[in-house]
Structure formats: C-alpha cells, structure tokens
C-alpha cells in the first residue's frame, strides 16, 4: 500500500521561512515526478508548484520569488522551501506524487498526501 509522509508545516510568525518535505513510506517506490499545493480556508485546493522527471520546475505566478520546490533522489524526497511567509500562505499543503516500483520502473501511479498545516500569523 502506498503511504506519503509529509511534514514541515507548523504556526510561524510573517517573515519566517518553512521547508515541507513529503516523502513514501519504506522504499518500494521511487518519486518520479511531484506538485506541490495549497488548499487555504475555505477555498479549492490551488497549484502551487512542480518538479518534473528531469528536474525541470514550473511555479504558479503567486509562488514565483518565495517558493522553491526541489527534490533529493538519495532521500527520494520532494521539499518545498517557502520563505518570507505572509498570512495568505496559511493553508494545509499537500504533495501529489507519481511513484514508480523502484525495483522494475513500472509507474505505479499519482498519489496525494495526507497534507500538512501551515499557518502564518501577522
């Protein structure tokens, strides 16, 4: 069964900087290609940023400058750096992943993460 585990999130002041990480369970599937999104109060879940299977990067235009998504194969981890942190980042955040079977390459599927909190007071 597949399993993400995201963490980072926490309440920070304005200004702070946070480092999400999402990552699979165990070791059975590899990280092909991973977004990050933001689903804040009251509102549909939003695109936030992406890290392609060549590492390649696409951002929505509102994360451009603060966010930075990036992955470390060895860890088989995808992060996403957020500084300078404003109130309208508050937001439970989740990882969608494509995971392959890291033993024959087969793509497996996309899956989403439990999502974590993140919440930015002024």
């Known amino acids: 069964q597949v399993q993400l585990v995201e963490s980072g999130g926490g309440l920070v002041q304005a200004g702070e900087s946070l480092r999400l990480s999402c990552a699979p369970s165990?070791?059975?599937?590899?990280?092909?290609?991973a977004g990050w999104y933001r689903q804040s109060p009251g509102k549909q879940r939003d695109f936030v940023a992406a890290v392609n299977t060549d590492d390649t990067t696409n951002y929505a235009d509102s994360a451009k400058g603060r966010f930075t998504i990036s992955r470390d194969s060895a860890k088989n981890t995808v992060y996403l750096q957020i500084d300078s942190l404003e109130p309208q980042d508050t937001g439970v955040y989740y990882c969608?992943?494509?995971?392959?079977?890291?033993?024959?390459?087969?793509?497996?599927?996309?899956?989403w993460g439990p999502g974590t909190q993140v919440t930015v007071s002024s």
């Open positions: 165990g070791s059975a599937f590899t990280i092909n290609a």
């Open positions: 969608n992943v494509e995971l392959s079977d890291s033993l024959t390459g087969y793509v497996r599927g996309v899956y």
